[in-house]
């Protein structure tokens, strides 16, 4: 058995490991938000984290939105507003910065000395509602896409306006923010810097559940009437379709013009649990140790979560075959991968192509080759890191 001293001294070395992979940045509030009513759900001010930039990437901008599930009522809302995903009052001062957000060039080679944003997620609609009344009991404000508009306005005023290179980006609901905001984001940014938007994990599609209902569609048309959002969707899709539907990439992202790049696994295990299989189609949690590992799946369930993919990949369709649209769709049961050190970049990251998520993004970005690759079927990818990677206290819908 390895003794006290040993044991504390293995401790201490893994604790030095974890800090070397990221550093801790504090967190700014955008005070001035608060007169023009771009507020979190509990008229707190919004707020984000920056680290500066430093030597030639000092007028580089990559603006991070952060992830955690979506209110789609007035009870959901209520539930979330005491928390940090609905008031900044209940946000850490601190968070860690790693994966994309490193600013060490061993972990993160392109992107280490850019000024790296982490915009806190507070409002439950990824950035897209605006209503002006407010609610005298429950004291809500559905004010997502003023804080939006107040954040990018603090971060222009901060150098962002000459930015050389920028990247808006996101995981889950933040990467959903990155592609319904991406041509948004683009118009802001000087006509002469290259700017490009990147997904993560937030390729959300329309499909049935294992009940047979059209779930997830009635939630995120819940989400629009709730928040407001229609006027804050794309034109270019509420044209043509009813406001719910534009809140899934597959029906917007053709008519994107900036560039963007999509990071999903084809199995998402957020999807998995919440689109293919949510409690509400599941009451007996036949799903539940399945959702929970996907080694725990029976045949018939791995023969279902197949179906999604081949589902998923008929969504991804509508991209073409522009260069401009990128993609790394690996096989992995995994949510959000670009934050984390261990599948954005090291050693044993997920492969695609023997390409790492970080190259790959990077090599796109900077135009060195294009990329757009996707996945043989789960489980032939060794390289896979199968875990459920969602943002903590992320609610199920």
């Not at 959903?176 to 959300?204: E, W």
């Not at 597959?250 to 199995?267: C, D, K």
């Not at 522009?322 to 991968?337: E, L, N, R, T, V």
Request: aromatic share 12%; with cysteine.
């Amino acid at each position: 058995m390895m003794d006290c001293t040993k044991w504390l001294c293995l401790l201490f070395c893994v604790l030095l490991f974890l800090k070397a992979e990221s550093s801790y940045v504090p967190i700014t509030f955008v005070q001035n938000a608060v007169t023009k009513g771009a507020v979190c759900l509990d008229g707190s001010a919004p707020a984000y984290h920056l680290d500066r930039g430093f030597g030639e990437g000092i007028n580089n901008w990559l603006v991070q939105f952060e992830g955690g599930g979506w209110c789609n009522n007035v009870t959901t809302c209520f539930s979330r507003k005491n928390g940090r995903l609905g008031s900044s009052k209940k946000m850490a001062k601190k968070i860690a910065f790693s994966g994309i957000l490193n600013n060490r060039r061993i972990f993160n080679p392109d992107f280490y000395n850019w000024n790296r944003v982490k915009v806190r997620y507070c409002d439950g609609s990824s950035f897209t509602g605006d209503k002006e009344e407010v609610n005298p009991t429950t004291q809500l404000h559905f004010r997502g896409a003023r804080v939006f508009a107040a954040v990018m306005q603090d971060l222009l005023t901060k150098g962002m306006k000459n930015a050389r290179n920028a990247i808006i980006s996101g995981c889950s609901a933040g990467g959903l923010t990155s592609i319904l905001h991406c041509d948004h984001f683009r118009a802001l940014l000087p006509a002469g810097a290259k700017v490009k938007c990147l997904s993560d994990a937030g390729y959300f599609i329309n499909t049935r559940d294992v009940s047979g209902t059209q779930h997830i569609e009635q939630f995120f048309s819940q989400i629009v009437a709730t928040h407001g959002s229609a006027k804050n969707l794309p034109p270019s899709c509420t044209s043509r379709l009813s406001p719910g539907l534009c809140f899934f990439p597959q029906y917007l992202v053709s008519q994107i013009r900036t560039p963007i790049f999509f990071v999903n696994a084809a199995y998402d295990s957020w999807q998995i649990k919440n689109i293919l299989a949510p409690g509400v189609a599941d009451p007996e949690g036949h799903w539940h140790s399945c959702k929970l590992d996907i080694n725990n799946c029976s045949p018939d369930q791995l023969e279902l979560m197949q179906g999604f993919r081949a589902q998923f990949l008929r969504a991804l369709t509508v991209l073409g075959n522009s260069p401009s649209k990128g993609m790394f769709i690996d096989s992995c049961y995994a949510h959000c991968q670009t934050e984390m050190q261990e599948t954005w970049f090291r050693t044993d990251s997920p492969l695609l192509n023997k390409t790492t998520i970080a190259k790959a993004v990077g090599d796109w970005f900077f135009e060195r080759k294009t990329f757009r690759q996707i996945d043989c079927p789960y489980p032939c990818n060794p390289s896979c890191h199968n875990r459920v990677f969602e943002p903590e206290d992320q609610p199920e819908v």
